[in-house]
């Protein structure tokens, strides 16, 4: 029973700790896009034509 226990919460927290490292990395990557890639692609674009 307490193993169980153990087992589910220890699942519970990887989990919990994707979810959140997942949160965390697509906020890093729009914000790199935002800042970086998107002035970049507007300045191409209105550039080449």
């Known amino acids: 029973m307490l193993a169980e ?3 589910s919460w220890k ?3 990887l989990v ?3 979810k959140r490292w997942r949160e965390y ?3 890093f ?3 790199l896009y935002i ?3 998107k002035p970049l692609a ?3 674009c ?3 034509q």
């Open 16 to 18: 919990y700790q994707i």
């Open 35 to 37: 800042q970086r890639i």
């Open 11 to 13: 699942l519970f927290k």
């Open 29 to 31: 990557w729009s914000r």
């Open 25 to 27: 990395y697509w906020r």
């Open 46 to 48: 209105s550039g080449t």
């Open 42 to 44: 507007i300045k191409f």
């Open 5 to 7: 226990k153990l087992f």
